[in-house]
Each structure stands twice: as C-alpha cells, then as structure tokens.
C-alpha cells in the first residue's frame, strides 16, 4: 500500500515534468451525434514506430493528449462505433461518435462527493449507477420507492401510501448502527439533504449508489452507511426542439391490504342480544323500541352476538331526526365497513421543464407540482418544487454556476398510524364488526337531542339515567370512539416546510491540468404545523380522551458548507493521473419552538395558546456544529485498463472533545481490466473487470452529546419551586466516533457486445466503537452511557444481472436481475463484555404486549425479544386449563432483517410500445404485530370466529362442541389436547403477557410496478412541426403482492423497527401519465 | 502513507487561510459545543422538588389496590385477573432516586457542597434525601424483593452492573439510614428550599420542618421493623428491637392527623393523580370494588361516604364479558371520582397507620404500650381524618367486630389498617401479605395458573437484557423462581 501510495505522491509532485520537443499538446472533445458530450472514452495515440499511449476523456468528453503530426488518434467508448483520427496540424479535434447498436452499453459515469465524476471503469468502489430514465419507467412521487428492487443490497423500508408525505428509509447492505438506525445519505448535486423527501424525482438525471463506507469515504463520516447520489438533468447543447417538457399524470390509490376480518360475529362485550323494555322517562321516539332487541354497544370489541339476519336495534336508531330513528334494522354482516372508510386517494404530478443551451451556457428550469388526496378523509397535500439549474463560461477559463431548488409542501389531515388512532387504531383492534359503513358516513353530523356528536359506541339503554340531565346527556356521546368519519372533520392538522437548497460555484481553469473550484452549499428548511382539535368533539366524548386543543411549532435549520477544490489532471506516457484536493467547511444550526394547550379551550374553538384550560406546555431548542475537512483523492491509470485509486481526508469537528477532536478517513482500492488484455482470445468477452477497495470511516458525534450532563429547567413550577432532573446519560470522557471499515471485491463481465453482463460484488464491513447512548442497567442511576461500544460484522454479496434476450428491429427485451444476500449480520461485541444485550429504538408498545428489539452477542442484528411459551420438544405445555405458560424469561424471537432482497426488472419494447415490469423481493426477517395482538384479543380477525375441527364455531361453548382445540403436552411431556373456550384462549397472550404470539415473516414477492408505454409517431401525425415526442403510459404500483407469509399486512410496508402497531393498510394504484417533449 | 495525511492537513490549513480563521485555530470551534438549554450545575433544591412533586405517586398504586380489593376494574379488567405483573423497576432509580443520590453527592463533595448550600444547610439537605431515598427503595423492595441497592445509583463509578442485595440486608439498612438522617439535621440556619412536601408555603422554619421529617422518619423506622414480624416474630429479635428504638426517639413519631404526610398540589400541570385519571384522561376504569364498600357497610362504617361515589361497590374481579354487563350508571369511583379537585392531597402516611403499628408492637409484647389505646386512637383517628366527628369514631369503635380485643387484636388491627390505607394499594398490599389479613378471596376469573393473588413483582424485561447475571443470581434465591406466586423474605 505504501509502495502505490509514494508512487502516487511522486506522480503529483511530478506534474511540473515537461514533454518532449516534436510532440505537442492536443486537447479535442467526444460527443455524440446530438452534440452530447461522451464522458470517458478511451483515447489511444497510435504513433509509428512507438509504444501506444493512451488516457481517456474527463466527464464532458473532453481529452488532452501528446501527439505529433501523423499520429493516428483512437477513441472507444461504449455504446459507439470506434472513431480514428489522423492527426494534422490542428491542436484542437472535435470527434463525433455514431451510436453502436442497440445491444450496447454506454460508458457509466460515476458521481462521488463534491462532484467529483469518474469512469465506472476506473473505480475501484461499489457503485451502481442508474439512470433518470430507468428510475422513472413507472413514474413515482419518491426516489425510494422508484428505486426499490432497482439496485443491488438496497432494502426500501416503503411506508403505506395513506400517509402522505411521509419520509421513507433505506437499508443499504443490512443494518450497522446499534441503537438506531443508520441513515442513508442523500446528495444532490453535491448538497446533503437528509432524507429523499423534496428530491424530485423528473428532475432527476442519474443515480448512483454508493454502497458502504469505501464508496462514500469522500463524503467524511456522513457517508459511513453509504449514500444516493444524484444528479439533476442540465440543459443539453444540441437538443433538437425547443427544449420545453411537460409531463402529466394521474395515479389512483385504493386500499387493498387489510387484515383479514371475522364476519360472523358482531360488536360488544355481551355474547347475547338484550331485550330493550321502554319505560316513562325514557325518549318517546324510543317507545318504538320496545321489546325489540339491543347488542351491546359500549364495549369495542367484537365478541357480540351471531349476525344471522335477525331484526336488531342499531346505534343509529336512538338518535332523533333520521328516517332510522326509532326503527331496527337487520344484523348482517358487514365484511366491507373497515374498507369502505377510505377514500379513492388520487395523486396529480404534474411538471414542466425548459432547457437551453448554448456554446457557453446552459439553463434548465423545472416546476413541479403533485396535488394528492389521501385514501384517509380529508387528508391532502400540495408540493410545489422549482429548480433553476444553469452555469456560464464567463470566459474560456472561468465558469460559474449555480443550482437552486425551492420546494414548498402543505400537508393537511391527521396521519397518526400508531396504536389506538382513529382509523386503523379502531378497525383493527377495538371495533364492531356489524358496522354499516354506508349508515356511518350518511349519518355524519347526526347530534343528540343534546347537541353532541352521534357515535356507534354509546352507552346501551338499560343504563339511560331517568332523572339526571347529566347522565342523560352521556348516554349519547361516544365512549371510546367517535364515528371515524366525524373524528376526521374536528381534527385539523396542518403541516408546512419550506426548503431552499442548492449551491452557487465558480470554476477556473488554470491551464490544462489544473482547475479550481469555489462552492457554497445551503440548505435550509422551515417548517411549522398548527394542529386543532374541535372543542365538539371533546363534549361529544366519555372516555376517547380528545382533548379540544392547539398546537404549534415551528423550527428552523440552516446547513452551509464552503468548499474548495484543486483539480488536477496529467498524463505522462503510458499513466494517466486525476487528483483532487479540497477543503470543506461545515456550519449547521437549528432552532425551534413549539407550544400547546394543555386540558382543553377556555373559549371553545378559539384556537390561541393563551386559551388553553391548564397551563400550556413549551419548549426551545437550539444548536449548532461545525467541522472543518480537508481531503485529497486520486486516481492513476495505466493505459486506461490499470486503476489505483484513493481518498485521505482529514475532519475537525467542534462536537467531539476539543484536545483530540479530529478523525482520518482512508480509501484505497485498485481495478483492472483484463478484457483488454485478452480481447483477441477471447471475443465473446466484451469486457470484464476485477476490482477491491478497502475503506474506513470514522464517525463523530451530534451536537452537544459531549461532554453533556447539562441541567435543563423544568418548564412549570410547583407552588413557586422550579424543578430540575439529573439527566439520564453518562457520558465517557475519552469518547470518540465509531469507526466502520469495509473491504469489497467485485468482478464484472459483459458478453456478446455486452447483451450480457453480470456483476459480483462480495463485501465485508465492520463496525465497531460505536458512540452511542447504549441503555445500561437504570439502577446504575442512569439509563444511558455514551461510550465507545461493540462491534458489528456483516458481509454478504451483492449480484446483478442484465441481458437483453431478444434485439430486433422491432422488438427487444432487456432484464435486469439484482439479488442480494447478506451472509451475516452480527452482533460480536458490545463494549464491555459483560454487557450482552441493549436494548433497540422500541415503538409505543414494543416490550409489553409485542416483543421488544435488541441487539445481542453472537445474534444476528435486530433481535426480536421477549417471552416465549414453555414447550418440551417444541410442544406447548399446557396449563389444566388448556392454556400456554410463560417461560420464565425472556428470548430472543428472530431478526428483523431480511436474509435477503432483489428485484427483477423487465423492459419490452416492440415497436411503439413499451411495457415494463418490475418485481421486487426480499425473504427472511420478523415483524411483531400489534394490531394482530389486539385485534384477536378483541375479537376481530378471523381466526376468532374459525370453524373447529367438530364443525362448530370456535365461539360456540366448549360444551356445544364449540371452543378452539389446542394440541400440546403436559408438564411430564405427555400430549394432551383440550377444547377452550374461544374469547379465553385468544385473550391469555394479553394475561400471560406470551409475546411470541403475534409475529409475522417479513418475505414477500411484490409486482410493484407495471407500465404500458405508447410512444406516438409524431412524424406521421404531422405534429413533428410541433412536438419532439409523445408518450402515454398506463401505470400501476403495488399491483399484487405475488407472496407473502402474512395475508394482513404488506411486509413492504412495516412502520417501526420492532414491526407494526396498527399501520395505516397498503394501498394499490393505477394511473395514466402523458410525456410531450416540444 | 504520513505524507498523505499531512497533505490533508494541508488542504485544512488551506481552507482555514481562505476563511480567514488563524491557521492555529483550525481545530478550535470556540464555544460552539456549549449546549444553550441547560446548566451544568444543579440546582439541588429544584432536585428536592422534581422528585417530591411525583411523590404522591408512591401512595397511589392502582395496581396493588386491585391485588388487595380496594378497587375494582370495570372495563378491561387485567390486573385483577392478575395479569403476569412484568414490570420493570429502572425508572425510578435514574428518575427520582438518582436526583436524590445526586443531592446527597452534591452537599458532600467538597467542591460543590458550598455552592449548593444555598438551597439550605448540607446535613438537612443529605438527611431528606436520605429519608426519601429508603422510603422509595422500600417501595420497590416490597413489590419485587431483593433488588440492586449497595452498588445501585453508581453510574458515575462506572457500576453499570449492580449486584442484587438480599432484602434482609436491604432491611437492615434501610433502618440504619433513616436513624442516621434524624440525628443529622441541622436546625441552626433556613429550612430547605424545595421542601415542597413538609413545607408546602415555604414559611416553615427549620426546627419546625425538620421535626416533621424526623416524625416521618421515626414513624418509617417503625413501620419497616413491624413489616418483618413473620420472620422476627418474638421480642428481642431485631423487629421488635428496631422497632422500640424507634419509639423512643425523643423526637417522636406521628400521632395526631394534623401530623400526616401528605403531598398538597398547586394543579395546573401539577394535579392530584386521582383528578388526573378520572377528570383530566376522563378514564372510567377504575372503581371502588365491592369488598371494600361490603365491609365498610357491615362495620357500619362513616367512612363509606368519602371512598367512593356511591355506597354499592363494583363487583371484584370480574372478566371482562361479565364487568360489562354492570350498568355504568351506577359505577362508584374511587374518593370523589370526577369530583377529585386537581388540588386534593395524596397521603403518604397518616397517624391511623402510625398508631395501628405501635398497638400491633404492642399486642406482639414487642414494646409495653397500651394496645387497646392506641388501637382506639388510631380508629378515631382514621375516622375523624375523613372529617367525621369523634363521638361517631366512639359509636363505630363501641361495635363488636371494631372494638379491642387481645384474641383477635392482630386482624383486628390489620383490619382497620386496611380500611385507614385506603387508598394507598402499595401499603395495603404489603400488609395483606405480613398478617393475611383481611381474608381476600381471589378472583374466580383469575387468569394466572393457580388463580392466587400475586405476592410479588416479576423482574421487568430490561433486567435481563441489561443485568442478566446478576437478576438469574437473584432469581435462584426465590423458592418458585421469579414469578408471582414466589414470596419474597419477609413474606415466608
């Protein structure tokens, strides 16, 4: 390593070598046919009588060789027809390159931090590029979504399409943070923003993934986990029409996925219809009633009477004005209502760009705007995304150029996912199965005679007070739960950003090896949200715990970078050498404020925080962190077939402890393609490639973690004595970044005119020295301590896989095949090695009625934990009362990470049309479901009302025949089977507290998109005059969920680490989009 | 490879010369790492404050009530089914026992006990917090046995891993600490700032304030003696001589009800915990259950007005199918259910209970008080608590099954202690298990194998995935392992 390391040094100091006399310099430019510059072809000096010398063209096509007269110059690049030129007098060559046939590839160009490009060819790193175009084959709202099953040892953690606006995450290559997840960094144009959120993805010009440390070692600790770099489409010179792109399309989402439900059985605690007997007192349009017969309505479960058809008294019939008042109605079942809450969600993308080129500018102006409705009631948003990206040679040497995006988003509604919300929180766990949803939104704004809202959980009738107005008046209102419909009219939640990032840069070119370059980065975000909550629907509820109310905040946060960076290019004979040298300086900070009321409204409705009951609840934070880096990076070439490159890059950052506050980030790697050496032997080979790479990054620490222990004051007063709390950390004084090192090697061939092409990458990573918040044991009297802890190990490979099948005129097929396996993903260490088990992010519930996560020693990441049932040779022990008994201490329950995940991808082109299909996979991994938990607790799934292996209903009485038949041994290991009384045996996990009852495989085979192009003729509908092209697709997402273990949720779509808690259901759209280009 | 790393070094100084920031100061951010929303010093008597404005909830266990019948659940019925009681204890160690520890390390070390004597005099302050500190681990030590103690609250020792101390031995110097605290206030300047629990208005003076702590403390000393009766039954062991030292405290201990310990609340963001279930979340879960109003009904009982909204209790231990069937109309809830004002006070310890263990001390032969006297004042004084009037503490206490007798003095006793607890589940529950009194009958609906009331905690989940060793060590030590039914020292 030394040895290419002074070797490079030398090369760099070197530059000042002079050529020799009969040779002169000669720069010239590649590009294709449309004017399009062809970054990175090979260029070979053929001189008589002399060795051959090569280099290759910088990312805009542009070369500079030694040559003299009679020299014949050669370039290749992939996907062209190779071009030779015989050298003249000139010193400058512009050399156009014709397309090659269709079954070839062009040269990919890999983007890495501060913009630096490269060749696929010369890169030692793990780094898949897509383009914009096969990003968007089925266009999406998000890039995490578009790129799910696209790219190789990338896992999308989607969420239901119900929450809007909702921020995605990607796993890449399995799991490596200990106690949260690691974050996957996005950059755009150099910029970090941090999530895919307000990246928009028509503006959107190529992706590439860096996969791991050793990829993204540029990028300084941010890049430890890997980053999504992309870069936005720029005007291109020579493009023919006006340049102006609109692109219009219209998605429909429906609510496919849902848990699959009992329908036999309706709501209410009481197994038994009661007879209602009217007495004096009691409302005369009740009189009616009489005699009939009454479920219960006030508890929300659904262990209710059978619905048979038989006449019943509905929840609506005891409210006055209706054409129901007074009047029963049929039990039946209702195996629709959870269903039928939700809304057609339609989604409007709209976008409309202009570009313009010139010799020495370029503009491209892009304007976006997506309209969505959510599937939920009354949710929407609204995004406006402008970008401005435009550069200048101010003169042959100087180029300035900037790059600014605004994005502005309103997002309306209430998108509470978690346990006991009003819409899955309620239809998957507390419910009444008899509901007639077409009643329930009819009737929406029905009253008591008191002027309170009408709910389906009201008190029942026996218990209608004769004498006080009070209880008379809560007779009406809602126990636990409002009508679903109403809840979401009284909530108003509003949530605005406003984000302005990009950068503005001035690029000169000293001579022809040297340039320098000035960026200023930004990235700014506001945000504020103000949350109501109607004054009505408190008074209209007993026990739902709605609390009339406002609530505001708004925050702040600022990111600049300043950056400097020295290119240098040289070639000297047979080696060609690109370095970069650079500083980076960082500044973030962020502040925000937020307030609410507290105990209800003064004043109803008015919606200030000076009107809240109780005192109001108030916070500020701020903070701030800088760093400082310098770098350097380079790659030597040796007759473009011989690589070596790498990246040394020093940060000082103001959060780590000021005496040794500085961390050293390394990357070296080396690549070869043997093709060229055996191009003649081997002709079905069009190319192939080894490489390895090793890197490792350092991680530092967030603002203000060190030294901490910091003393905030309580926010209220008792009696006039402020409050303080110890805070709950320790932190070590010696305390340092994480260090994560990777080691990869991949192999990379292409056959036949490269129709073929398969890569292989096996990668190894470690990290280890994690400074983390680890939770010790809170009898310590801390229940965290920041320290340098454990060691994580995973490795697996990643492959893919392209062909194109079928190439003819007419018809051509391509497919692609990514697939990859983590092999391990381990835990060997955590710090101290006493220290077993910590404890991972848990959700609301995690640890009480569904396991919890946690790392553990010699376990696979992301174990799920908790207690199990007691078995002898895997058979449940059971109790005399045929029920499970609890093992005595908690276990672990399987990973939550997949074994592994790919997508297929298949692009069939005949004539005009194009179709495209695209399948995404992953197999392995565990979720915990809480709706599951309570859903059967409550009696609501299907298995509750199941049919028993006598042919009865498992809710018929033991005695009946009924009862669930559970199978097990005794505690001598005997077998023994017993027949339990339904509601007894699917409520004893919630008893026992049995928490391995309730998990779910996460594998699933997913259709997620599906697209049929038509490319119009435009020539032939006589609008060449106008337009460039057309195209109409018909588009689908999440079409079919082809397979999975579990036929209630969409294992794609998992809220929470430790699985889910009553997510919103996963959805399927269609839609149509219109592409004109003028 | 160093060449490399100095040209990046380099490129630092590069980038620093073209900010303009001195090329020494390339690695010196200043203040910048300076966190703007805290001190890094405490406020001890904002400390003393934190941890008493949550004491009430050590009086208030809604799930030890249902174990010991006081109340009954109404809807969702769980814990008095007996739900496996998985509960985890940390919290209240980095909660409010560490804020106490970190008072007592402040007015200790040298370096800070100036500073923060400003809050008040550092033996006074030491000596609440020493007080309060074996209080809560008293609490905890009743629920789950034995538990982390002598290494507990080390963190900055780096003890990550406390060892789990037998409860004999936490026993033992729970005493030792409450009698050293008595002798260590200081009476000579201010009373502790933050006091809000002795000195609620802040007018107190130190003499003043300090006797009440001293009161407590003894009252404590007493009250923990007593709790180990089962395995200390005779005169001369170490209850009965703890107990009598404690006695003769020339402070004294609580006897009258003006003396009680209760925690008043301003409300607003501070409210009663009762007023905070039953008015603030509007939960209707818990109510009053039928043994208790049965038995305040047999004995006659005045009090029957005051624990609940109505005199008909709800019935105990019903399964869920059968509680919601109960008409909600008539529901008694626990004191004044949705009427709790946000400012009624929450007993820690009143005179009843005080007086009760002394006429229990006394029936056992441990000390040679009256048994019969104190066991009268203690009922009149647990009657006239709730704002009724002696003479019908007399009526009520001239009853044969009130009325003193050394036959039947212990369930005697423990039966009045259960009613003068009311509703203070923590208490009752760790009574009812000492003396087996008053007779429960778990419910039929019982969902735990056996169907018998808990007797203990089970051991969250967090201790065995953050101090695994140490809880299987503890764990060998319960007959039955760590389940319900297990029984902790004192409970043999």
Redesign the interface.
């Known amino acids: ?2 040895k290419i ?2 070797t490079l ?1 030398v090369s760099m100091l070197c530059f000042v070598i002079g050529a020799t006399a009969q040779v002169r310099n000669v720069t010239g430019k590649v590009t294709d046919e449309k004017g399009d510059a062809v970054p990175f072809v090979s260029v070979l000096v053929k001189a008589k009588g002399a060795r051959l010398s090569g280099t290759s063209a910088d990312a805009n096509g542009a070369f500079a060789v030694k040559a003299k007269k009679g020299d014949v110059i050669e370039v290749t690049a992939l996907g062209f027809n190779s071009q030779s030129v015989t050298l003249d007098n000139q010193s400058t060559l512009v050399i156009t390159l014709k397309a090659s046939n269709a079954s070839s590839l062009k040269e990919v160009v890999i983007t890495s931090a501060f913009e630096t490009k490269r060749s696929a060819r010369s890169s030692s790193v793990s780094a898949q590029t897509i383009s914009g175009d096969q990003l968007s084959t089925v266009r999406q709202l998000n890039i995490n979504n578009a790129l799910a099953g696209k790219v190789a040892g990338i896992q999308v953690q989607s969420q239901a399409a119900g929450k809007l606006g909702v921020e995605t995450n990607v796993r890449i290559r399995g799991e490596n943070g200990i106690n949260s997840a690691s974050s996957v960094l996005y950059v755009v144009n150099g910029t970090q923003m941090p999530s895919a959120a307000d990246i928009n993805p028509d503006d959107v010009d190529a992706v590439t993934v860096l996969a791991g440390p050793a990829a993204a070692a540029l990028f300084g600790p941010a890049g430890a986990n890997g980053a999504i770099v992309i870069t936005t489409r720029k005007a291109k010179k020579g493009e023919t029409g006006i340049g102006v792109t609109f692109n219009t399309g219209v998605t429909f989402d429906k609510v496919y996925k849902l848990p699959n439900y009992q329908n036999k059985y309706s709501g ?4 038994d219809l009661t007879t209602f007997t009217w007495v004096a007192g009691m409302p005369e349009e009740w009189k009616s009633l009489s005699g009939k017969m009454y479920p ?1 309505y ?2 929300d ?1 659904s ?1 209710g009477p059978a619905m048979n058809g038989q006449e019943y008294i509905p929840w609506y019939a005891y409210y006055p004005g209706t054409k129901y008042t007074g009047k029963t109605a049929l039990l039946t079942p209702q195996p629709n209502n959870a269903r039928q809450y939700y809304d057609m969600g339609v989604s409007l993308n709209n976008n409309v760009s202009f570009s313009k080129a010139t010799d020495n500018s370029q503009t491209r102006i892009s304007y976006s705007n997506i309209n969505q409705k959510g599937t939920v009631p009354t949710t929407t948003l609204d995004k406006h995304t402008f970008s401005v990206n435009t550069s200048m040679d101010v003169t042959a040497k100087l180029t300035v150029a900037a790059n600014i995006n605004y994005v502005t988003q309103n997002v309306f509604g209430e998108f509470d996912d978690g346990y006991s919300n009003n819409s899955t929180g309620s239809f998957n766990a507390w419910f009444h199965r008899d509901l007639d949803f077409g009643i329930m939104k009819e009737l929406v704004g029905l009253r008591s005679p008191q002027g309170y809202l009408a709910s389906w959980n009201h ?2 009738p ?4 004769l004498t006080s107005a009070t ?1 008379q008046a809560n007779w009406y209102k809602a126990n636990y739960w409002d009508n679903p419909f109403e809840y979401m009219n009284n909530v108003r939640n509003m949530n605005r950003k406003d984000r302005l990032y990009g950068d503005v840069s001035v690029a000169y070119k000293i001579n022809s090896d040297f340039k320098v370059k000035g960026t200023y980065r930004k990235n700014q975000n506001t945000t504020y949200y103000e949350n109501t909550l109607s004054s009505l629907l408190e008074a209209s ?5 709605a609390k009339a109310g406002y609530s505001t905040a708004n925050t702040f946060s600022n990111r600049e970078n ?1 950056e ?1 960076l020295l290119s240098y290019n040289k070639k000297v004979s047979d080696f060609d050498f690109n370095a970069n ?5 960082f500044r973030a900070n962020s502040r925000s404020i937020y307030a609410n009321t ?2 209800g409204l003064n004043v109803q409705d008015l919606y200030t925080l000076q009107n809240s009951k ?2 109001m ?1 108030y916070s ?7 760093y ?5 990076t380079g790659n030597l070439g040796y007759r473009n077939f011989l690589f070596a490159d ?1 990246t ?3 940060d ?1 950052y ?2 780590l402890p ?1 005496d040794n ?2 961390i ?1 980030i390394k990357n070296f790697g080396g690549s070869f393609v043997f093709s060229d050496l055996i191009k003649n032997k081997v002709p079905f080979l069009s190319y192939g490639k080894l490489r390895a790479t090793w890197g490792e990054v350092p991680a530092a620490l967030s ?2 973690q ?1 030294p901490g ?6 926010a ?1 007063q ?9 805070p ?1 950390s ?1 932190v070590d004084p010696a305390i340092h970044g994480a260090v994560n090192t990777a080691k990869e090697a991949g192999l990379e061939l292409k056959f036949l005119k490269n129709r073929i092409g398969v890569n292989v990458v096996y990668w190894d990573q470690t990290s280890t020295n994690f400074p983390i918040s680890t ?9 965290g ?1 920041l320290t340098n802890v454990g060691k994580v190990a995973k490795n697996g490979f990643d492959v893919t896989f392209n062909a194109k099948p079928v190439v003819t005129n007419d018809f051509q097929w391509d497919f692609n095949v990514n697939f990859s396996r983590t092999l391990e993903n381990q835990i060997v260490s955590l710090g ?1 090695p ?6 991972y992010s848990a959700g609301t519930y995690g ?1 009480s009625y569904v396991p ?1 996560v ?1 790392q553990a020693v010699g376990q696979k990441w992301g174990q799920l ?3 199990k049932k007691q078995t002898i040779k895997g058979q449940p022990i059971l ?1 005399s009362a045929g029920l499970w ?2 093992e ?3 276990t672990y329950l399987g990973s939550v990470l997949p074994d592994f995940t790919g997508g297929v991808q298949n692009s069939f082109t005949y004539k005009n049309i194009v179709v495209n299909v695209n399948i995404d996979f992953q197999k392995g991994g565990k979720f915990a479901s809480l709706s599951d938990f309570w859903g059967t607790f409550s009696g609501l799934t299907e298995r509750t009302a199941a049919i028993n292996d006598k042919g009865k209903n498992v809710r018929d009485a033991v005695s009946a025949g009924g009862g669930v038949h559970t199978f097990g041994v005794d505690a001598t290991g005997k077998p023994v089977d017993y027949y339990v009384d339904a ?1 007894t045996y699917y ?2 996990t ?4 049995i928490t391995d009852n309730n998990i779910y495989d996460l594998t699933f085979v997913k259709l997620r998109e599906l697209s049929l192009g038509y490319r119009f003729n435009v020539k032939k509908l006589g609008l060449s005059k106008v337009m460039q092209s057309a195209t109409f697709s018909v588009i689908a997402n999440n079409l079919l969920l082809i397979y999975s273990q579990t036929k209630d949720f969409d294992p794609s779509e998992i809220s929470n680490s430790y699985g889910e808690n009553g997510q919103f259901p996963g959805t399927r759209s269609l839609g149509v989009n219109l592409k004109i280009s003028f | ?1 160093k ?3 100095k ?10 010369i ?2 303009g920031t001195g090329c020494n100061k ?4 200043g203040t ?2 300076v ?9 001890t ?3 003393l ?2 941890v ?2 949550g004491f009430g909830a050590y009086g208030t266990s809604v799930t030890n009530g249902h174990y010991v019948q006081y109340f009954a659940e109404t ?1 969702y019925p ?1 814990n008095s ?4 009681p ?1 509960a ?4 209240i ?3 409010d ?3 106490l ?2 008072i007592i390390n402040k007015n200790t070390d040298p370096l800070t006990k100036a500073a923060v004597a400003t809050a008040g005099p550092n033996n006074s302050q030491i000596a609440i917090a020493r007080i309060m500190k074996a209080y809560i681990f008293w609490t905890i030590t009743d629920r789950w046995g034995d ?2 103690y002598s290494q ?5 020792e780096k ?4 060892k789990y101390d037998k409860q004999q031995d936490i026993y033992i110097d729970l005493v030792k600490e409450l009698k050293e605290a008595v002798a260590q206030f200081d009476n000579s300047s201010i009373a502790v ?2 006091d ?1 629990l002795m000195n ?1 208005a ?1 007018s107190g003076t130190a003499t003043a304030v300090n006797l009440k702590w001293k009161k407590f403390a003894n009252s404590l000393r007493m009250i923990i003696a007593l709790r180990t009766s089962k395995v200390y039954p005779s005169a001369g062991q170490w209850a009965a001589t703890e107990f009598a030292a404690a006695l003769a405290d020339a402070n004294g201990s609580i006897a009258l009800n003006t003396e009680n310990v209760a925690l ?1 609340y ?5 409210n009663n915990p009762w007023y905070s279930s039953y008015v ?5 879960d818990d109510a009053v259950a039928n043994t208790m109003t049965d038995a305040l009904t047999a004995l006659n009982d005045p009090r029957i007005a005051s624990y609940g909204t109505t005199a008909t209790g709800f019935p105990y231990g019903l399964d ?2 059968h ?3 109960v ?3 008539t529901i008694p809830y626990v004191l004044k259910g949705a009427a709790t004002l946000a400012t009624d006070p929450v007993v820690i310890m009143n005179s009843a209970t005080v007086l009760l263990a002394r006429a229990e001390a006394a029936a056992r032969g441990w000390t040679t008080e009256s048994a019969a006297t104190l066991y009268a004042s203690a009922v009149t004084n647990a009657i006239t608590q709730y704002g009724y009037t002696s003479a019908q503490a007399t009526t009520y206490l001239a009853q044969a099954a009130v009325a003193y007798n050394t036959t039947d003095a212990i369930k005697l006793i423990a039966t009045q202690r259960w009613l003068a607890l009311y509703p203070n589940g923590q208490q009752a529950w760790a009574e009812w298990r000492r003396t087996g009194y008053p007779v429960l009958t778990p419910s039929i609906y019982a ?3 056996g169907g018998q009331i808990p007797r203990r905690y089970i051991y969250g ?9 140490n809880v ?1 060590a503890a ?1 060998t030590g319960l007959t039955g ?3 319900a039914d297990s029984r902790i020292w004192w409970d043999k």
């Open positions: 390593m030394k390391v002074s040094l209410g605690g009481n197994p219960d006030t508890d479960a262990w008190n029942n026996d218990s209608y007070s209880s509820g007993v026990q739902t715990g300043f400097g040298l650079g500083f980076d300086i507290n105990g109780t005192a609840s500020n934070g701020r903070s701030q962190d800088k400082r880096a310098g770098f350097v790498f040394v890059r020093k000082y103001s959060t000021s506050n500085s050293v603002a203000y060190y222990f910091s003393y905030a004051v309580g209220n008792f009696n006039g004595n402020f409050t303080m709390a110890t709950n320790v939770s010790i044991n809170g009898t310590s009297g801390f229940s301590l101290d006493s220290v077993k088990l910590l404890t640890g919890t946690v934990y908790g207690y109790s008994l609890k005595t201490t908690p509601a409520q004893q919630y008893f026992s507290k | 490879m060449k490399i790393f040209i990046s070094s380099l490129a630092v100084a590069f980038a620093v073209i900010s390339v690695s010196d951010f910048t790492n966190d703007p929303g805290g001190t890094g010093t405490p406020v008597s904002a400390l404050t934190n008493l404005s809807q769980g089914l007996y739900t496996a998985v985890s204890f940390q919290s160690y980095y909660g026992l560490y804020d520890q970190n538990i982390p507990a609250l080390k963190g900055l003890v990550y891993l406390p700032k933050g809000v609620y802040g008043a301003p409300g607003s963001t501070f603030t979340s509007a939960r209707k869920r199918p509680a919601v069937l008409a909600t109309a969902t735990n194998v989940t967090d201790e065995y995935s953050l101090n695994a060793d299987k764990v392992g760590d389940l």
